[in-house]
């Protein structure tokens, strides 16, 4: 199906792990980003990508590492989850020769850690 | 670096009263401004966008949004509410290198 979709939708895991998150997006659009969802802080921009293998750090990088060998994934990996990480993690795309800067978002990952 | 501001986390009107949701940016050049809408357990879905083709911005679901660069503001609006409004709404401003800001947020609740 044609759009942006997340994998998984819900994700447990424990201290220490390390997880993946996966953003596949079937529009070929130039653009991604991976951004948090937190009570009270609305959305936060983790990393970016303007190309396969251009990223580029957002407001809250720490603890997260990005990679992007094809321009329809992006995936985000939590290196050794911490509790600060649970939250719910959107994955967004755009092509900005539309010259607008709109967004497309998935559905969302909501990630706890214990 | 960008900002943008959201008067109100939470706002409650009645079905059928106006809705006003605040939206204020501050962009030392003409920007790119979205309303998005999330509805619960959803990602995020485009409600409408400035793009400096016109001041007033009409969008899905019966919202509009006006662009007034003195007052640096992007206020959302609705003239009557329907319960099915009730969401979470997000103000957000373009940046040069292809991102959004993004406010935290108004969550709109109607009450029947």
């Known amino acids: 199906d044609a759009g942006i979709t997340q994998s998984p939708r819900y994700k447990i895991t424990e201290t220490g792990r390390q997880v993946t998150l996966m953003c596949h997006q079937t529009?070929?659009?130039?653009?991604m980003f991976w951004y948090r969802q937190d009570l009270g802080h609305g959305l936060r921009l983790i990393y970016y990508s303007a190309a396969a293998d251009i990223t580029d750090k957002g407001e809250v990088p720490d603890g997260y590492v990005v990679s992007r060998s094809k321009t329809e994934n992006f995936p985000l990996t939590l290196e050794s989850a911490t509790r600060s990480q649970t939250s719910v993690y959107f994955c967004?795309?755009?092509?900005?020769?539309?010259?607008?800067?709109?967004?497309?978002f998935g559905p969302g990952t909501r990630l706890t850690v214990t | 670096a960008q900002s943008v501001t959201q008067l109100g986390s939470h706002v409650s009107v009645s079905e059928g009263a106006l809705v006003l949701l605040r939206c204020n940016y501050s962009?030392?050049?003409?920007?790119?401004l979205f309303w998005y809408v999330q509805y619960p357990n959803q990602g995020l879905q485009l409600l409408l966008k400035?793009?400096?083709?016109?001041?007033l911005v009409k969008g899905i679901n019966g919202f509009e949004a006006e662009f007034k660069k003195s007052e640096t503001s992007f206020h959302l609006t609705k003239p009557s509410a329907h319960m099915s409004d009730a969401a979470e709404y997000f103000c957000a401003v373009s940046e040069s290198q292809g991102n959004l800001i993004f406010g935290k947020g108004t969550k709109l609740s109607v009450k029947p």
């Open positions: 529009w070929s659009h130039s653009y």
């Open positions: 962009s030392s050049v003409p920007p790119y």
């Open positions: 400035y793009t400096s083709a016109a001041t």
């Open positions: 967004a795309s755009s092509d900005l020769r539309e010259g607008t800067y709109e967004q497309y």
